[in-house]
């Protein structure tokens, strides 16, 4: 495991949970507006070993309830099974973040019963989707076979997307909920400028901007939100 970052308590990445969060190094995707563009890279340096991890969660099992594995792209490395295996050996549930584009690979880890929670980004409609993820020949047939598979999955996850104002307009919602139709529940969550994001220059929504979009998807999903937003 390339394991970069790690955070020792959240009350926000594992809703309803009290939670550490991994961050994994490495990923397949150039979003321009991604803030953690260290950890793209294949050879981006790992921090921790897994030993490491393990040792701290295994002190905090008695306050933790869930660790929340982020990225990068978690489901390119490819040691994860034997590393999820040891957290939930220690009384721990998992929650998984991905961008979708390794459906065998999750579809494997749901179906041995190692995740709890599911987040997958949606990255726009499905015309705007090789710009926003930053891979302009990306094949969709993945993101749409994640997709689907979690619509249908029995446990607990999400769909969300990262609102950027100069990325998504009203169409693209309109696309989205016809594509995630059916599904349990939608996040939006705004862009938030940084330092580290990957490309300058973005700025992010109103609430009433964010909102207006929001309802374009409820007919389609059963439960949609905005995160992070006063």
């Known amino acids: 495991m390339k394991l970069c970052g790690f955070q020792k308590t959240t009350l926000l990445d594992y809703p309803g949970h009290i939670a550490a969060v991994l961050f994994t190094g490495g990923c397949n995707f150039r979003c321009p507006f991604c803030h953690n563009r260290e950890l793209l890279p294949a050879d981006a340096e790992a921090v921790f070993t897994a030993e490491e991890i393990l040792n701290v969660l295994k002190k905090r099992a008695g306050i ?33 973040d991905t961008n979708g584009s390794r459906p065998e690979r999750l579809k494997q880890l749901c179906e041995k019963h190692l995740l709890d929670y599911v987040a997958m980004d949606i990255k726009n409609g499905p015309t705007h989707y090789g710009e926003t993820s930053g891979c302009p020949d990306i094949d969709l047939a993945s993101i749409r076979e994640s997709v ?33 139709a059916g599904a349990s529940q939608y996040f939006l969550q705004n862009y938030v400028d940084s330092e580290n994001v990957l490309q300058p220059g973005f700025t992010s929504c109103t609430k009433e901007e964010l909102l207006s979009f929001a309802a374009i998807v409820k007919p389609y999903v059963k439960q949609v939100s905005l995160r992070g937003v006063d």
């Open 148 to 180: 689907d598979f979690l619509k249908h999955w029995d446990k607990p996850y999400e769909f969300r997307t990262t609102v950027v104002r100069e990325l998504h307009c009203a169409q693209d919602f309109e696309e989205i909920g016809t594509w995630l």
């Open 64 to 96: 933790l309830e869930g660790v929340c594995i982020t990225g990068g792209e978690p489901l390119l490395q490819p040691d994860i099974e034997d590393f999820i295996r040891s957290i939930r050996s220690l009384g721990l549930e998992i929650k998984l």
